[in-house]
């Protein structure tokens, strides 16, 4: 089993910056494929980026294409999203799942999932 955790959400303003990290626990939590979702306020929850277990590949959403960069460290358990030129539209809980499906786009592929960190965008 796989627990995860997200850290690094916060407020910020338009244009701006931040690096959410996603934390796995457990001694094979290198062998999930992680992703990132969003969820806004009466949405449903979307992807926005996902990484291959070794780091080697990178899948995005259109939305994050060219502003966010996903990245791992798998000697730190650890899983990032570096997100720039933040939108309001931003504005979402985020959320990091495993999975057993390499940069899979989909929900259903995604066994574990994290207690979400939210991400605020002022305008």
């Known amino acids: 089993q796989v627990q995860l955790v997200e850290s690094g959400g916060g407020l910020v303003q338009a244009g701006g910056s931040l690096r959410l990290s996603c934390t796995a626990s457990?001694?094979?939590?290198?062998?999930?494929?992680i992703g990132w979702f969003r969820q806004a306020p009466g949405k449903e929850r979307e992807f926005v980026a996902a990484?291959?277990?070794?780091?080697?590949?990178?899948n995005y959403a259109e939305s994050a294409k060219g502003r966010f960069t996903i990245s791992r460290d798998n000697a730190k358990n650890t899983v990032y999203l570096q997100m720039n030129i933040l939108k309001p539209e931003d504005t979402a809980v985020y959320y990091c799942?495993?999975?057993?499906?390499?940069?899979?786009?989909?929900?259903?592929?995604?066994?574990?999932w994290g207690q979400g960190t939210q991400v605020t965008v002022s305008s």
């Open positions: 457990g001694r094979t939590s290198s062998n999930y494929a």
């Open positions: 799942g495993a999975s057993r499906n390499d940069l899979s786009s989909y929900l259903y592929d995604y066994g574990y």
């Open positions: 990484i291959t277990r070794t780091g080697g590949n990178t």
